[in-house]
């Protein structure tokens, strides 16, 4: 199968393993990991090529999370397209945010969390990946 054909997901920590991690099981699994480091970027990432899906921490140092799904939704506006995004946090009770952050995202994760969480929310949000 080619590269292109296949659904990409920008995995998006400041936690370097996890990001691995995460890529990993994605690739294992028929998606196309893009890796982030800083919210700065996953920015970068997703204007460059946005992706079918983007799973993203909170608490990062610079841009958080909020504020890159933020920035992702204006710009995501004028063309009517909608990368969904997935919450990634350890804190469960930033799950209760007020409802102006819930517009932001489409989904949450608890961490910590498993292969088998992270495949099945990611399939649920973009189908099943390519092998």
Not at 18 to 46: C, H, M, T
Not at 73 to 91: F, L, N, W, Y
């Amino acid at each position: 199968m080619e590269e292109q054909q296949r659904k990409s997901v920008l995995v998006v920590d400041d936690d370097i393993g996890l990001v691995k991690f995460i890529a990993q099981v994605l690739r294992i699994n028929g998606y196309v990991p893009v890796s982030a480091y800083s919210g700065e970027a996953a920015l970068d990432a997703y204007s460059a090529a946005p992706p079918h899906l983007i799973l993203l921490d909170i608490a990062m140092p610079g841009l958080n999370g909020w504020d890159v799904a933020e920035r992702i939704r204006v710009k995501e506006d004028p063309t009517g397209t909608h990368t969904p995004i997935v919450i990634m946090s350890a804190q469960s009770r930033i799950f209760e945010v007020s409802q102006q952050f819930r517009q932001r995202v489409d989904a949450f994760l608890t961490k910590p969390f498993g292969t088998e969480e992270i495949v099945a929310q990611v399939a649920a949000m973009i189908g099943p990946g390519i092998q």
